[in-house]
């Protein structure tokens, strides 16, 4: 596998196309990026990254969102609704109940569509276009569905959504049920739904835009730029970790490919890469299992559960990108209950950031490792929170206030309040 951080850029391949290639990380085999449809090397099933004649240092970049760094991705426009540009949100209470020197929340709930799966179909779905197919499709717990559905509508192209039958919270059915989608509930759970989807793109039915796709994770790697422009223009510095949830690992493998280009580029020192530090539910764990093992493959969960519907997967695609991504960066991974996860969310709750159950995780797996002492109290941490509170209405319902009735005057309301 080639992903350590200080691989040298390698030689640009007679396939590449204006300066951009595919890559297996398994043999180094190289592929024209846009001739053919694939997902995987042809030659041992290894997955793919995307690979670039020039890595653009942080002078290169212009404009807004997700396609300011458009010299850091394979295309130089998007199918796009204005996604990226995220707040680092300040949050000095927490700041200070946790224990750290800095703690700022990248808060991708509030991208178009209300998850960070926006910065990666704006490139998959501009991509699909450049190849000519005509009809798009994932597997998802929820939010890749809401995402891939507006931006496949944006870009005019017919979409299927393969959902884990009454497991995605109703905010993010209702999306891709507005945005045109065809919804097709799978009897199992989303790795089922992975399962069928591979087998239909493979067949040509459909192109596939989960995150085994190596295109999306390029518009997710700008989630890693934007935290370093934010610590640099506020801290003077970059973070000492970057804390996020982990489903199908997708960010974790994204991060770590842009942080190994911006020293490849020598924009960043090895000793300056933050650490990559996962946190999953205890309820679906498989990649926290393998990293406490010492594991170089992930075990699949086939049962599993948690509140935290977004991460409730159990074969993470993207474990052969991100268990090196959070080894080489000197990271961890760490595994928390959803009585965790829920008082964490209550917490932003409290700072005015509101998430769905997912996004709280890292928050809650930051505290697990502070209280542990493997978080020291002088680092400056960056938690990404994925998905907007309004995704799972009911689970913010649910952890929430409970209304209380009062009468229909204002004698009655007063009364009320000095009872209660």
């Known amino acids: 596998m080639s992903l350590n951080l200080s691989a040298e850029q390698p030689a640009v391949p007679d396939d590449a196309d204006d300066g951009v290639w595919l890559e297996c990380i398994e043999c180094g085999d190289t592929f024209a990026p846009f001739e053919d449809v694939r997902y995987t090397c042809d030659a041992c099933d290894g997955l793919l990254e995307v690979r670039y004649a020039d890595l653009p240092t942080f002078d290169d970049f212009e404009g807004e969102g997700v396609w300011r760094y458009a010299d850091a991705l394979p295309l130089a426009e998007g199918v796009t609704i204005q996604e990226g540009g995220t707040p680092l949100y300040e949050v000095p209470r927490l700041e200070e109940s946790v224990g750290v020197e800095a703690l700022r929340i990248k808060h991708e709930g509030m991208n178009p569509t209300g998850s960070f799966k926006d910065r990666g179909m704006t490139v998959g779905v501009a991509v699909a276009k450049e190849l000519g197919v005509d009809r798009l499709a994932c597997a998802s717990t929820g939010n890749t569905s809401a995402a891939l559905a507006a931006y496949g509508s944006r870009g005019g192209m017919e979409t299927l959504v393969l959902l884990p039958s009454g497991k995605v919270a109703a905010g993010k059915v209702a999306q891709a049920s507005l945005h045109g989608a065809r919804i097709l509930e799978v009897d199992g759970n989303f790795d089922a739904c992975l399962d069928i989807v591979q087998e239909l793109a493979e067949g040509g039915e459909a192109y596939l835009l989960n995150s085994l796709n190596p295109f999306r994770l390029e518009g997710q790697k700008t989630i890693g730029l934007e935290i370093l422009e934010g610590f640099r223009a506020d801290y003077g510095t970059v973070p000492d970790r970057i804390v996020l949830p982990v489903g199908n690992a997708g960010n974790t493998a994204a991060l770590y490919k842009a942080f190994r280009e911006l020293v490849q580029a020598g924009e960043l020192a090895?000793?300056?890469?933050?650490?990559?530090?996962?946190?999953?539910?205890?309820?679906?764990?498989?990649m926290v299992e393998a990293i406490e093992n010492g594991a170089d493959e992930i075990r699949r969960w086939d049962d599993v559960e948690t509140r935290a519907t977004a991460i409730r997967i159990g074969n993470p695609v993207n474990a052969p990108?991100?268990?090196p991504g959070i080894r080489e960066t000197g990271g961890t991974a760490v595994a928390v209950s959803d009585e965790e996860i829920t008082d964490a969310q209550r917490d932003l709750a409290g700072e005015g950031i509101g998430v769905e159950p997912a996004s709280a995780a890292s928050v809650a797996g930051l505290r697990k490792l502070r209280a542990e002492g493997i978080v020291d109290d002088d680092e400056r941490v960056a938690c990404l929170t994925t998905g907007h509170l309004l995704k799972d209405p009911d689970a913010a319902a649910a952890a929430g206030n409970d209304p209380e009735p009062v009468p229909a005057d204002t004698a009655g309301v007063l009364e009320h309040l000095q009872e209660n």
Do not use: F, H, M, S
């Open 270 to 286: 090895e000793d300056d890469v933050p650490k990559l530090t996962g946190v999953q539910a205890e309820g679906a764990a498989p």
């Open 321 to 323: 990108k991100a268990l």
